[in-house]
């Protein structure tokens, strides 16, 4: 079983930035691929951005490609999400989630439980 727990999420001015964090809890965190999708009021859940275990390949939305920045530490079994020159429309809750897989594709079976991530001046 795959816990995720996301964390870094709070009010920030536009323009500014912030450091979103999910943390895994099994040993086998290395192999899987983490992806960062997001949900707006009245939207639907849309991927953000996503890392692969199998070379740290780096996927991103048009909307988020060159402010966003995926990362990850086996070590600390910790996915980042670096976001910067945020924007109102980027305002939603951001889940992390895995398809228990190498590659960023397929059914993503776990979910960690959100955080909200609100721009606004």
């Known amino acids: 079983q795959v816990h995720l727990v996301e964390s870094g999420g709070g009010l920030v001015q536009p323009g500014g930035s912030l450091r979103l964090s999910c943390a895994a809890s099994?040993?086998?965190?290395?192999?899987?691929?983490i992806g960062w999708f997001r949900q707006a009021p009245g939207k639907e859940r849309e991927g953000v951005s996503c890392?692969?275990?199998?070379?740290?390949?780096?996927y991103y939305a048009d909307s988020v490609k060159g402010r966003f920045t995926i990362s990850r530490d086996n070590s600390k079994n910790t996915i980042y999400l670096q976001m910067n020159s945020l924007k109102p429309e980027d305002t939603a809750v951001y889940y992390c989630?895995?398809?228990?897989?190498?590659?960023?594709?397929?059914?993503?079976?776990?979910w960690g439980q959100g955080t909200q991530v609100t721009v606004s001046s």
């Open positions: 890392i692969s275990s199998s070379d740290d390949s780096t």
């Open positions: 989630a895995t398809p228990a897989s190498t590659f960023c594709r397929g059914e993503y079976a776990y």
């Open positions: 099994t040993f086998t965190f290395n192999y899987y691929a």
